[in-house]
């Protein structure tokens, strides 16, 4: 595990132009604080670029443990608790792009991708890491297929 004093990353407070993140928020519980670190961490009109996953709509019982034991991500915020989030964060100009669909289409050719080409991959890395990679990508297809988990593609601007 890694454990970082952000004030001291680069010139400190206050001194990027950007920070990104792709798929790394989602395994934060607690946006809030995160995204005004990203914010104290920017210049006045620097800018947040941010792949995540959201709630579209609740969550079934079965999909509420699989996001937490196989994706090892709880408590998504919705469309509203991001933007929300984010403002009171201290950014504007926000866009939060759906990408849902996309990442559908993509989770979904990735298991078949994966599957059709199971021989050559446990060749290379063995039948015990095939089956875990399998799972998840199983459980991403599935989760995202229920349409209650969304992808996001989220720019915005410190104020």
């Known amino acids: 595990i890694l454990s970082l004093d952000l ?13 990104i993140s792709f798929l790394v928020f989602l395994h934060i519980t607690d946006k809030e604080p995160l995204l005004e670190r990203c914010a104290n961490m920017l210049k006045p009109g620097g800018n947040l670029f941010v792949e995540d996953f959201y709630c579209v709509s609740p969550f079934s019982v079965a999909e509420a443990e699989s996001l937490s034991e196989d994706v090892f991500a ?8 991001y933007i929300s989030h984010l403002e009171a964060s201290g950014f504007h100009n926000i866009q939060f792009i759906d990408k849902s669909s996309e990442w559908t289409k993509y989770v979904t050719e990735r298991l078949g991708n994966f599957t059709a080409n199971r021989h050559n991959f446990e060749e290379v890395h063995g039948d015990p890491t ?24 989220i720019i915005a601007e410190k104020k």
Not at 9 to 14: R, T
Not at 132 to 146: D, I, K
């Open 130 to 153: 095939y089956l875990s990679l399998l799972h998840f990508y199983e459980a991403v297809a599935a989760l995202f297929s229920g349409r209650n988990l969304g992808g996001v593609r």
């Open 7 to 19: 004030d001291k990353l680069g010139g400190g407070l206050s001194s990027f132009d950007g920070v």
């Open 74 to 81: 709880k408590e998504l915020p919705t469309r509203e608790e």
